[in-house]
């Protein structure tokens, strides 16, 4: 049983897709033009089946969710609504999993409530410390919303480009018309700053006391494994990493069956750990 509702949080709408009975996981999206939280999770929802209460909500400035008046985005934004999200819904402790941007939140959100965030999986992650801006993520951010810019942001993110096809180019592309104006105000020029606004602190990941599954591709150009994943073996106290071979940015999508199999394992082994 999937529903779409809107959740008022702290006075402003989030749109949240959820699905499932069991114990909470709270799903982040990434940063891409165009992306939600259905069209992050939707597919890796249904797969986990309904032993798991998944929650995935749009974030602010992405999908049917508006950055609140007189806000901008960034990553304590989207850690003080996906909190608020939570306590909205009544739900005291659940796990988090962010791809890309919402592994940051992920880790953020960890580190500001240690007494409700159980497990944390950032997968392709930002976040870690002296990350910097690359090319790629850089040229996905400013990905014109049209077919040609579609195309092209989708085949950054994958290593193998037989999976972007024609219809996951007209979809993305018309996800990328829909959210356009909100977006526009997200992650305008000169970008290396929004990098560092997602970048968290050694201390604040000192900081996570919850245990944390690292997944990364190998390939990944926009958040590359050397600079994104590596570094933070250093800095959180309970973490392992787990690296697909032949993987771009998107292992759910590249590596659906492994992935799903990963994370229902890890999120499902027993919490006394």
């Not at 939570?86 to 409530?113: E, P, Q, T």
């Not at 810019?149 to 989708?154: F, Y």
């Not at 193998?160 to 992650?187: C, H, K, N, P, W």
């Not at 050397?226 to 309970?238: Q, V, Y």
Request: charged residues 15%.
């Amino acid at each position: 049983m999937t529903t779409l509702r809107t959740v008022t949080v702290d006075g402003f709408p989030v749109h949240v897709l959820a699905s499932g009975t069991g114990p909470a996981v709270l799903m982040l999206h990434g940063s891409g033009p165009g992306t939600t939280g259905s069209g992050a999770w939707a597919a890796t929802a249904q797969a986990l089946g309904t032993a798991l209460h998944l929650v995935a909500p749009d974030q602010a400035g992405f999908g049917r969710t508006p950055v609140p008046a007189g806000a901008r985005g960034g990553l304590r934004l989207w850690t003080e609504q996906a909190a608020g999200l939570m306590d909205a819904l009544g739900i005291d402790h659940y796990a988090v999993v962010g791809h890309s941007m919402g592994g940051a939140v992920a880790l953020a959100l960890a580190a500001a409530r240690p007494q409700q965030v159980t497990r944390v999986v950032a997968v392709a992650t930002m976040g870690a410390p002296g990350a910097p801006l690359s090319a790629e993520l850089d040229a996905l951010w400013a990905a014109p919303a049209s077919p040609v810019g579609a195309r092209d942001m989708l085949s950054r993110l994958v290593l193998d480009q037989a999976l972007v096809t024609d219809s996951a180019v007209e979809a993305r592309a018309a996800a990328m018309r829909a959210g356009a104006a909100a977006y526009a105000s997200l992650f305008p020029p000169p970008r290396a700053r929004w990098v560092n606004d997602l970048t968290l602190s050694a201390s604040t990941l000192a900081a996570i006391r919850a245990p944390v599954l690292l997944v990364h591709g190998a390939e990944d150009r926009v958040t590359p494994l050397e600079t994104a994943a590596l570094p933070l073996l250093g800095h959180l106290a309970d973490v392992r990493l787990h690296v697909f071979g032949r993987c771009g940015h998107v292992p759910a999508i590249e590596h659906p069956h492994e992935f799903r199999e990963l994370l229902s394992c890890f999120l499902r082994r027993d919490h006394s750990h």
